[in-house]
């Protein structure tokens, strides 16, 4: 918490990959949403 947080007054939360059991980066997070995003597009239809 407190490397995102020095002052400790409320909690930030973090993604996770939790295949790996460590955080998620960027670039995972967005291919993520995508394909998220790519696969309701399709339902939509």
Do not use: F
Request: proline share 4%; glycine share 2%.
């Amino acid at each position: 918490m407190n490397e995102y947080n020095p002052s400790g007054r409320y909690v930030v939360p973090d993604v996770w990959n939790l295949k790996e059991s460590r955080r998620a980066t960027v670039k995972e997070i967005i291919r993520y949403m995508l394909k998220q995003l790519k696969t309701h597009k399709c339902k939509r239809k």
